[in-house]
């Protein structure tokens, strides 16, 4: 596998990042996850603009154009003759000194790897999961914005951990006022009386790029559709349940904290919301 590294495309084992790069030490950079369908990179230019935003907001100048990471992106799949699959993008602060200043990481890394990933199971997509709620909360904005997607992923990371204790392949978190704010690495859809909802971004959830796709199909499809605060008890009693991200794409839950949701199958709305999705992914796009 080749990998986009600073300008240069190179094997993966020569992918090489000193031991003092601020990413390592202290998960100091940005990320984004990026899925391409059928040579299409869906919604590109929206994952750079968050990518941008991230920066920004951590303070890290990057010293490429939208354009130049554009094609560094498009340059690692084309070398990985990837036409369906997944890509990282990664920013690092760089390589500095043992302490935390940022100003003494001179230069920042830019890091592409194009590659495949399954997030779940595949026969979850069918059946759905059964997820729980763990006991570790979402990041309090006023301490690290969830917004920003940056590389310091522990938070979610215990949550995982958590949710796999319980035996379970994913995990709800709530924020620090005892909200769903969204799972590790997905936001959380549910469906009730005909209403699709979703918590807003004040209550901790990323504004995903998927859960906005979502907004989008489900304008087409004339479902009505909000942010809304939601509870545990919201999901328990709610009529379906799914969760969306670019690992996961869009994958139903049939189960919380024992118990069932709604008829226990996945449901109507979510295989509408789903088979739309399908198609959309294959029609929006940078193409390579
Ligand atoms: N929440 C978190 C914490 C995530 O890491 C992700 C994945 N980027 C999402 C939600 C879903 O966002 P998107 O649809 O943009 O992948």
Not at 138 to 165: D, F, G, T, V, W
Not at 214 to 243: K, M, Q, S, V
């Amino acid at each position: 596998m080749k990998v986009y590294l600073d300008g240069q495309l190179v094997e993966e084992a020569d992918a090489k990042i000193s031991v003092l790069d601020h990413g390592l030490l202290y998960g100091d950079g940005i990320f984004e996850g990026i899925r391409i369908y059928d040579s299409n990179i869906f919604r590109l230019d929206e994952h750079l603009e968050r990518f941008e935003y991230s920066a920004k907001a951590i303070l890290l100048k990057m010293p490429w154009t939208r354009e130049e990471i554009s094609e560094a992106v498009c340059a690692t799949c084309r070398a990985n003759g990837l036409k369906d699959g997944y890509i990282r993008l990664v920013a690092t602060r760089g390589k500095g000194d043992l302490g935390l200043s940022p100003w003494l990481c001179p230069v920042p890394s830019l890091i592409v790897i194009a590659d495949k990933i399954k997030l779940y199971p595949p026969e979850h997509y069918e059946k759905g999961l059964a997820i729980v709620t763990v006991p570790t909360r979402r990041m309090n904005p006023a301490a690290l914005s969830p917004a920003i997607k940056s590389l310091n992923y522990l938070n979610n990371i215990l949550a995982k951990i958590e949710a796999q204790q319980f035996g379970a392949l994913e995990a709800i978190m709530l924020n620090d006022q005892g909200m769903v704010a969204e799972c590790t690495g997905d936001n959380v859809f549910i469906v009730h009386k005909g209403k699709i909802y979703t918590p807003s971004a004040q209550q901790g959830a990323l504004k995903g790029i998927t859960r906005d796709t979502i907004f989008d199909i489900a304008a087409d499809l004339g479902l009505p559709i909000a942010e809304h605060d939601l509870t545990r008890y919201d999901i328990w009693n709610a009529d379906e349940c799914f969760l969306t991200g670019t690992g996961a794409e869009v994958i139903p839950v049939v189960k919380l904290d024992g118990r069932e949701i709604g008829s226990g199958q996945p449901g109507p709305i979510f295989k509408q919301v789903l088979e739309a999705f399908r198609i959309r992914v294959r029609q929006e796009g940078t193409r390579l």
